[in-house]
């Protein structure tokens, strides 16, 4: 299994990016998908989250400002970020929990996609 990331860059301040992100390989099932960021100097912390049930849950910074989408039929999660501001610049990973066999769950990470907002 794999999670590949896709669409991360540079952009000035008030710019918008989408990043996405396929799960590939043999699993049966996705529970949780979505998005965590690591800032300089700072915990990985939650972005956006696309629950089982449907249910969206984002981090407080990004409430407001960024959109999460998830397509089931196509294994994807996609992030969409408006209105960047300097301290969005951060490694952005995709997060997956996989059912990869009855009664087995496993949780999945991107290679990571780096995002820089500036000035």
């Known amino acids: 299994v794999q999670l590949v990331e896709s669409g991360g860059g540079s952009v000035q301040t008030g710019g918008s990016l989408t990043l996405s992100c396929a799960a590939t390989?043999?699993?049966?099932?996705?529970?949780?998908m979505g998005w965590y960021r690591r800032r300089q100097g700072q915990e990985r912390e939650l972005v956006a989250v696309?629950?089982?049930?449907?249910?969206?849950d984002y981090g407080e910074p990004v409430k407001g400002r960024f959109t999460v989408f998830r397509d089931k039929e196509r294994d994807t999660v996609t992030l969409q970020m408006d209105n960047l501001q300097e301290e969005n610049t951060a490694v952005y990973y995709c997060?997956?929990?996989?059912?990869?066999?009855?009664?087995?769950?496993?949780?999945?990470w991107g290679q990571g996609t780096e995002v820089t907002v500036s000035a």
């Open positions: 997060n997956s929990d996989l059912i990869v066999q009855a009664t087995i769950e496993r949780d999945y």
């Open positions: 696309v629950r089982n049930g449907g249910r969206k």
């Open positions: 390989g043999n699993f049966l099932t996705i529970n949780d």
